[in-house]
């Protein structure tokens, strides 16, 4: 199966939480239909796929939250989907490793965790685009994350402390998801 038919796959199979997460996966289904291109950084008109994960501590009781270097908020990590990822899973997976050093992870629940789209903006040598951005729950058996690529600073946050003055909406929203999870 190709990466683009797993994808669809998953975002058929996800059920959103409310109103604006279904419109963020229509939106996926949307653009998984223009072929494995939407799987590319370099694709810009609407924006591509990225893959991110929303990590719990050993005790379920905090999220990784990592400060981006460029957009300078605290989000989860997660990034760009590369040729060699075998699936969005996957490059949620590596993103964690890469930008935290955590890799003895485990899934929470099974398929997409969240899904959400939002705008990147325009920088250097690229345009603004949208990120639709898939994210998986995992549970990390240990705590020792490093700060990584891209990555000024990462911090275990405890989920009733994540607020949009210390990140943004499309993360406090999640991370309501994960509360009612555990």
């Given at each position: ?21 279904r ?6 289904l949307?653009l998984?239909?223009?072929g ?10 609407p924006?591509h ?5 929303f990590?719990?501590?050993p005790?379920r ?16 990590p ?5 040729p060699?990822?075998a ?27 969240d899904?959400?789209v ?7 040598d690229?345009p603004a685009?949208?990120?639709f ?7 990390s ?5 490093t700060v ?11 989920l ?5 003055s ?8 999640a ?8």
């Amino acid at each position: 199966m190709s990466r683009g038919n797993a994808l669809r796959a998953l975002l058929v199979a996800h059920q959103p939480a409310d109103a604006q997460e279904r419109a963020h996966r229509d939106a996926m289904l949307a653009l998984v239909e223009a072929g494995e291109a939407v799987l590319s950084r370099g694709h810009f008109e609407p924006g591509h796929f990225t893959a991110s994960a929303f990590v719990l501590s050993p005790d379920r009781e905090s999220v990784l939250l990592i400060h981006h270097s460029k957009l300078q908020r605290w989000l989860q990590p997660g990034g760009h989907i590369e040729p060699h990822d075998a699936d969005v899973v996957a490059a949620a997976l590596r993103e964690v490793q890469e930008e935290c050093g955590l890799s003895d992870l485990a899934p929470l629940g099974d398929g997409l965790f969240d899904v959400d789209v939002h705008v990147i903006p325009a920088r250097r040598d690229e345009p603004a685009h949208k990120h639709f951005d898939v994210r998986v729950a995992l549970w990390s058996r240990s705590e020792a994350a490093t700060v990584g690529d891209g990555v000024s600073d990462v911090a275990w946050v405890p989920l009733a402390e994540v607020t949009a003055s210390r990140s943004d909406a499309s993360v406090v929203r999640a991370v309501g998801k994960l509360r009612a999870l555990v």
